[in-house]
Nanobody, 121 residues
């Protein structure tokens, strides 16, 4: 079994910063893409940022220039540095990883439980 555990969420004032972490554990053969998604109350879950195993990144337009995604493959961990936070960034942030548990044919699309980020104005 594999799992993702997010940490680093909290309450911050507008303009502040937070750094989210997500660590994968369990029976891991390899991890390809990892990413962060968020869901605000009454809204659908949407992409924040994704990063490939070799470091290529993609960001939602709403966070580009403010957020930075990174990963440490040795630690099976992905990070999201969030700067210049805005109230509209308030959401539950979920970690996602494309994990191969045994071979390249045993892919598991894995989600964490989420961590709350609240930005006050």
């Amino acid at each position: 079994q594999v799992q993702l555990v997010e940490s680093g969420g909290g309450l911050v004032q507008a303009g502040g910063s937070l750094r989210l972490s997500c660590a994968a554990s369990g029976s891991i053969f390899s991890i390809n893409d990892m990413g962060w998604y968020r869901q605000a109350p009454g809204k659908q879950r949407g992409l924040v940022a994704r990063i490939t195993r070799d470091g290529r990144t993609n960001y939602a337009d709403s966070v580009k220039g403010r957020f930075t995604i990174s990963r440490d493959n040795a630690k099976n961990t992905v990070y999201l540095q969030m700067n210049s936070l805005k109230p509209e960034d308030t959401a539950v942030y979920y970690c996602n990883a494309e994990i191969y548990t045994g071979t390249w044919s045993t892919r598991v699309d894995t989600w964490g439980q989420g961590t709350q980020v609240t930005v006050s104005s």
